[in-house]
């Protein structure tokens, strides 16, 4: 129990040297990354090991100088998703991280780097023949900046002691002894934060617009339901180091006046919703969340939600009919969410990201917060760095920064050595940026007059074997599918613009479709009435600007240059290959292809369907695609 | 008729989320994670004890689409479907579980009811495209190969 600042000091103080007291840390990461690629069977074999070596603890148990005192420890995204499972070794500061760790490989670890000082080369992050020891070295970490995900890869995400140990919990100490609500709005207000949902609205002024209210029963959400598909980062966040989220619901609380906050998780995030909820519960058990909290009358409850797979639950007014047990969908503005938003309650609705720079602006005050980033945007932005790039993965950098350090010195460039083509911003909500925009810094404002948004933070890499007609044709048919159908010029215009995007694709297009396009898209911006059938067209308008050519190839000279797109595809039989075998005349399931047996075989492009059975069963590789 | 057990279970969650409108997705979610559907009399049952009328009820579970009133497999099989999955080629996975399966665009599960194959707009591992979710683990960088080794693993 912890039930006033003093006990909590102490608590503090006790974590911070249980912490030190430990000779190694084995840090596995357990995002959700890590677990796909096997971390956990790595953790319980490292619990194992350690475990079953004498003399060694696995305990918080005092320090007792004839053992070696060990942790195993579950850490959030370490960041280099592709390279996982990864595993830190900590031995006080000095920090060796290791990559694509199988079980294989942790007996050998255990002895060399945990009982030794022998540094396995094998397993080290290399990146252009350089191999490199510590975490904070590896080009893809050192170029970051990390508020948000400072914590993640560093402490145990599931455990509060750790929270506290790397300074959990002070922001919300100085807010509640040293500040009044007010001032906590001020200071927010100051700092210049603005959401990181994807809208950018200031958040101190939400929270003014929610502090002013008659109304005094007020409630807290957290946005978790990260719907850009291709984003990872919120999921990050409340998997990776969920205690942050919660103090910063809690500071939003106090400072609004709310005694209860709410968690929406998006429904493919069970690992999110497991390490809430034991979070939550661990407060709970210590009276750090529930009544009275540290003796100051502060009262704060915290719920979650688990979202049910629609993507139109992210917008504001739809997330809290759903929390409301409601059909999720958006309502006519106004009233707006501040004065009536959670059962008709005055609401602070924010993303995760939001709420988890909260602490650390308290914390560190607006004017730290303000150095970081541009003029308009302060601060820094969590992306997930996505598709044809060399490391896969989630980063955080100052608002500011541009794609070109962001994709070639972060990311390591192309993957494959492939050649840039675009890269997609803000998932389905948002547009492309090209090559000629490489050194535009990334912030809220800037990115706009390109035509596109920052949105949540997904970035997906795209090179030249992505054809941009057909990307957009699968934003156009995810928003489609996704419209909640409340109102005609989504319901029915996105459904005509996908229509027209899977003719073009088809080689079936004209050019006329192009204009059609765009006024379809002008009709439904200005018409719809929440912001997924105001910015569903954008993706389609960016492409037609930057990508023009490809669309008129598609619809005059029926070519993808990228050869996705299977209708344009056209099979050919290389005379010099084939061995007349007849195979693929057998499989053709439109009689396309003809020959004498022994004699090559050849395809009659006026039949073929482009199914490409032939082309996948030809023993020889006989089969091509003409460019 | 659904027997006994079923309501005893569905009277154990709905005391967890407590008898109030506001409860039904969560009751819902739970029983779907027990029975992997949502059988259509324990949705008008749950309706009535929350106090909301069965219209309400289904008007609700059929606008998310997680809800399913028809039985799903034993194994779910997800197959990630979102941007960055979708650059990184996952349009030849989804073909070959549903080919591999004999499942089609209407079919979605197999009639010995192992197998239930659908699309997911994301699972929060793009860093590892494309992915596949059976139950609740993510499966990385899969290909139409390891979809098939996957199939038979599955068997057993
Ligand atoms: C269709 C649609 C989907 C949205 N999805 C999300 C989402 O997944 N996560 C999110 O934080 N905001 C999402 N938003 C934005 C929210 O409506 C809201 O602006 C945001 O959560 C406010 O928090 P912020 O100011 O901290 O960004 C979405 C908006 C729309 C119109
Ligand atoms: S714009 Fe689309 S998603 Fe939004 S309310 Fe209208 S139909 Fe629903
Ligand atoms: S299967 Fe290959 S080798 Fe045989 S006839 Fe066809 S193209 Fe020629
Ligand atoms: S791609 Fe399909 S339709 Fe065309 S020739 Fe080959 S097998 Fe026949
Ligand atoms: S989940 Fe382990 S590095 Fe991202
Ligand atoms: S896009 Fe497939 S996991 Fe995110």
């Not at chain 2, 027990?34 to 606008?63: D, H, N, W």
């Not at chain 2, 979708?86 to 073909?95: E, G, W, Y």
């Not at chain 2, 399966?101 to 659908?118: A, I, N, Y």
Request: glycine share 10%; charged share 25%; aromatic share 8%.
């Amino acid at each position: 129990m912890i039930n006033n600042r003093e006990e909590l000091k102490a608590a503090v103080a006790s974590a911070k040297e249980q912490i030190k007291e430990y000779d190694v840390r084995i840090l596995v990461c357990s995002g959700t990354g890590c677990i796909a690629s096997g971390s956990e069977k790595v953790y319980e074999e490292f619990v194992k090991i350690v475990g079953e070596t004498p003399g060694v603890t696995l305990t918080f148990e005092p320090h007792d100088s004839d053992e070696k005192k060990l942790g195993v420890k579950k850490t959030g995204c370490q960041g280099v998703c592709e390279l996982g499972p990864l595993v830190r070794i900590q031995k006080g500061d000095q920090v060796i991280q290791y990559t694509k760790v199988q079980i294989a490989d942790c007996q050998k670890i255990f002895e060399s780097t945990v009982l030794g000082d022998e540094v396995i080369e094998a397993l080290l992050y290399k990146q252009n023949g350089i191999s490199y020891k510590a975490p904070d070295e590896i080009p893809f970490i050192a170029k970051q900046t990390r508020i948000v995900l400072e914590n993640c890869g560093k402490y145990d995400a599931e455990s509060f002691d750790e929270y506290l140990a790397g300074g959990g919990f002070s922001a919300l100490q100085k807010a509640l002894f040293e500040m009044t609500p007010a001032d906590v709005v001020d200071e927010i207000d100051k700092s210049g934060l603005r959401g990181r949902g994807g809208g950018g609205f200031p958040t101190g002024r939400k929270w003014k617009q929610v502090a002013r209210q008659k109304e005094t029963t007020r409630y807290v959400v957290c946005n978790g339901d990260e719907g850009d598909p291709g984003a990872f980062m919120d999921g990050s966040v409340m998997e990776g180091d969920p205690y942050k989220l919660i103090e910063g619901m809690m500071i939003a609380g106090y400072a609004c006046g709310a005694e209860n906050g709410y968690i929406y998780v998006r429904a493919e995030y069970p690992m999110s919703v497991a390490r809430l909820r034991h979070a939550i519960a661990e407060l709970e058990s210590r009276n750090m969340l529930g009544e009275n909290i540290l003796g100051t009358g502060f009262n704060f409850y915290m719920h979650i939600n688990r979202g049910a797979g629609a993507f139109v639950c992210g917008e504001g007014s739809a997330l809290t009919a759903s929390i409301e047990g409601n059909r999720g969908m958006p309502r006519v503005k106004p009233p707006r969410t501040v004065e009536k938003g959670l059962w008709e309650k005055p609401t602070v609705l924010n993303n995760v990201e939001t709420y988890a720079n909260v602490p650390k602006i308290i914390l560190q005050g607006s004017d730290w917060f303000r150095s970081i980033g541009t003029e308009s945007s302060s601060g820094c932005k969590t992306f997930s760095l996505t598709g044809s790039i060399q490391n896969t993965g989630l980063i955080e950098v100052p608002m500011g920064t541009t794609l070109r350090e962001i994709i070639f010195d972060i990311g390591g460039g192309l993957k494959d050595g492939g050649t840039f083509k675009a890269v997609q911003t803000g998932g389905p909500s948002g547009g492309c940026l090209t090559e000629s925009e490489l050194d535009v810094p990334l912030d809220f404002e800037t990115v706009k007059k390109y035509g596109t948004i920052i949105g949540s933070g997904g970035l997906v890499v795209m090179d030249d074997n992505t054809c941009m007609v057909e990307v957009a044709r699968f934003f156009m048919s995810f928003t489609q599918r996704e419209s909640c159908g409340k109102c005609v010029p989504c319901r029915e215009g996105t459904k005509r613009m996908l229509e027209i995007m899977e003719k073009i694709v088809a080689g079936k297009g004209e050019l006329e479709d192009i204009d059609r396009l765009q006024e379809l898209a002008t009709m439904i911006k200005s018409t719809a009435l929440c912001g997924l059938g105001k910015s569903a067209p954008l993706p389609v308008l960016s492409t037609i600007r930057m990508f023009r050519d490809e669309y008129v190839e598609h619809i005059v000279d029926h070519k993808c240059r990228a050869k996705v797109c299977e209708a344009m595809k056209k099979y050919v039989i290389n005379p010099d290959e084939c061995r007349g075998c007849s195979k693929c005349a057998k499989n053709c399931p439109v009689g396309a292809i003809s020959g004498v047996v022994k004699k090559p075989f050849t395809i009659d492009p006026s039949v073929c369907i482009h199914c490409g059975a032939c082309k996948e069963n030809c023993a020889f590789d006989a089969i091509y695609i003409e460019d | 008729m659904l027997d006994q057990s079923y309501y005893t279970k569905t009277d154990e969650i709905i005391a967890v989320y407590g008898k109030k409108p506001a409860s039904l997705i969560p009751i819902m979610q739970d029983i779907q994670g027990v029975y992997r559907y949502l059988p259509g009399e324990l949705l008008t049952y749950v309706a009535e004890q929350i106090g909301i009328t069965e219209a309400k009820a289904y008007s609700v579970a059929t606008f998310y689409e997680n809800f399913s009133f028809e039985p799903k497999g034993k194994y779910v099989i997800k197959v990630c479907d979102g941007t960055a999955c979708h650059v990184r080629k996952s349009a030849p996975i989804l073909d070959t579980f549903t080919k591999e399966l004999g499942l089609s665009k209407k079919k979605h599960t197999t009639d010995d009811m192992m197998f239930t194959v659908e699309t997911v707009s994301c699972l929060g591992a793009c860093g590892l495209a494309p992915t596949v979710m059976v139950n609740e683990d993510v499966h990385p960088k899969m290909t139409p190969e390891k979809a098939q080794e996957l199939i038979k693993e599955l068997r057993g």
